[in-house]
């Protein structure tokens, strides 16, 4: 498992802060402005508590964090935000994109071996990318994906069982979360992606009913005029993740109207380069693919 202290630099400046509810416990409210601040190793220390890898979190320690967090305004229609849960070495990050500023898309890696998720950025207006779906790898360190994946309307892997039980997709009608099964009209599907599972079901429902293991994960949910990429680094469990995605904003969680998980683990990566916002949470592995929103 990575460690918790590695990897997110932030440079902003000049930027207005919203509150999302009180300050949370512990005093992690001061080290919301020392995650995007500081180097990784200095906001660790910011805490003598030594970090639990291994139980589960408790969850109302949980949502109060996140209940506190600051999302920051990079430009217009783009938030960030970032919570510490130090007794668990626990940072969740957080992405939040307006639909009617920016857009989704699949993209392939540009070598066999795949790449970091700075490498798929391509044009001026990409602003963000994710890991996305799960992948299989060779033993000369070939990748290839699991799952469904259209890039740019054309079907360049077809779905498969193994592959996760959801799909992200985006076109004509926007970006969707569905179930995979539900993905029977591609006409106006520009680009998709296989992954999984739902954590939350359509209508805000949880969509998680038993206790796995804590994993770094990475997650795309949509909820009201946004949709919002989270990225957990110390690990976490799809339930408590679920939890944490359904729940209102008024407990602590974010209110999603559905949400999918991605491919997690060593996979789990992300970067930001907005203007003089850059940052890049690194995985530990090369990815065969990712979403990257732009703007339009």
Avoid at 147 to 159: K, M
């Amino acid at each position: 498992m990575p460690n918790a202290a590695e990897s997110i630099r932030f440079r902003l400046a000049g930027r207005k802060r919203r509150r999302r509810g009180k300050p949370f416990l512990w005093g992690v409210a001061a080290l919301v402005g020392l995650l995007i601040a500081l180097p990784p190793v200095a906001a660790q220390q910011a805490t003598s508590v030594k970090p639990d890898y291994k139980s589960e979190p408790d969850l109302a320690g949980l949502l109060a964090a996140t209940k506190g967090m600051t999302m920051t305004r990079v430009e217009p229609g783009l938030s960030v935000g970032a919570i510490a849960y130090p007794p668990f070495g626990i940072r969740i990050h957080v992405f939040d994109f307006a639909r009617d500023r920016f857009v989704l898309r699949v993209a392939e890696q540009k070598v066999e071996t795949g790449g970091r998720a700075l490498d798929f950025f391509a044009g001026k207006d990409d602003v963000f990318v994710i890991n996305g779906g799960y992948f299989e790898r060779t033993r000369r360190g070939k990748l290839s994906s699991s799952g469904l994946l259209i890039v740019d309307g054309q079907t360049v892997v077809p779905e498969h069982d193994r592959a996760g039980s959801g799909v992200v997709t985006s076109g004509r009608d926007g970006v969707g979360i569905t179930y995979r099964k539900n993905v029977t009209d591609r006409s106006g599907v520009s680009h998709a992606l296989q992954a999984g599972p739902i954590l939350v079901d359509p209508g805000g429902i949880k969509g998680i009913y038993k206790v796995d293991k804590r994993y770094n994960r990475s997650a795309l949910c949509l909820r009201g005029a946004s949709f919002t990429a989270f990225v957990v680094e110390g690990g976490i469990s799809l339930f408590q993740l679920a939890d944490l995605l359904s729940l209102p904003e008024a407990k602590g969680g974010f209110g999603c109207d559905v949400a999918i998980n991605l491919d997690g683990g060593p996979s789990t990566q992300a970067a930001l380069r907005a203007g003089s916002a850059q940052a890049e949470i690194a995985g530990e592995w090369t990815v065969h693919n990712a979403l990257i929103v732009s703007r339009k």
